[in-house]
């Protein structure tokens, strides 16, 4: 969660929405993207225009500019790595902790990092898998079938969420922006102290101050604060393609979606644990 409340502030000082010249250093004008001599179109034949018709639709990598659905394909990539590093750290256990460190680590590198980089962002992907793979499976053994359970609710939650957001009923508003940073500041705050009561013994349960009804109202508004983030993801990538960004800014709008589904997935497979602890 610290790395999605530190991705939002560099969002909200993101000189890609700040520059109001940053569209025409990426030539998002009319002309953007426009072929070579496409004004002296009229000059040409009936076959040679039937020939340019018929040519395949530029690809990102035809362009050298960021689309949607590059996106979307190095997003899957990096989940199918997430897959990958769960399966090992649900057989190996002891990977969890140093998965979580790992990823907490490149977690903030790649937050900051001004240029995307598609090796640490996979290695991101990998090591967040070891540790929710780890997880998943110590508390699979505790209470069958939370894991499942936690997958499919995850992809209910984004995919209602991506719904509403195309429908234009789920939108980022100044007001809500304002709403959503205090209340990820206050549960990052609250977070840090729950985490140091847990350790020193102040605290009892596997969740400390987020166990009970207590845990599930927070859980609760976690799971919305990470819808929220998601729309803001959303909104990234739509205005980034749209302002003709360059090719490799898929891959932060690709880290932004795996860190946010992450984290809706914690958020999912705690409260399922907390309700089922009476198993």
Known sequence: MNSRLMGEFRLSGNPIFGSKNQSASWGTGSNAGSP??????GNLSADQLQGM??????????TGRMTIGDTINKTILCLALVVVGAAVGWA???LMLPGALIGFVL???NVFKKKPSPALILLYAAAEGLFLGGLSGVLERMYDGIAIQAVVATFCVAGVTLALYRSGKYRMTPKLNKMFMIAMIGMVVFS???????????VDGMFGMRSGVFGLVIGVIAVLLATYALVSDFTMIEELSRQGAPA???WRGAFGLTMTLV???LEILRILAILRGDE
């Open 92 to 94: 190996v256990p002891a």
């Open 36 to 41: 070579v001599g496409f004004h002296e179109s």
């Open 248 to 250: 490799i800014m898929a």
């Open 263 to 265: 984290w809706l997935y």
């Open 107 to 109: 977690g903030l590198v």
């Open 53 to 62: 018709y018929q040519q395949p639709s530029a690809n990102s990598q035809d």
């Open 192 to 202: 840090l102290a729950n985490m140091v009561m847990m350790m020193t013994g102040t």
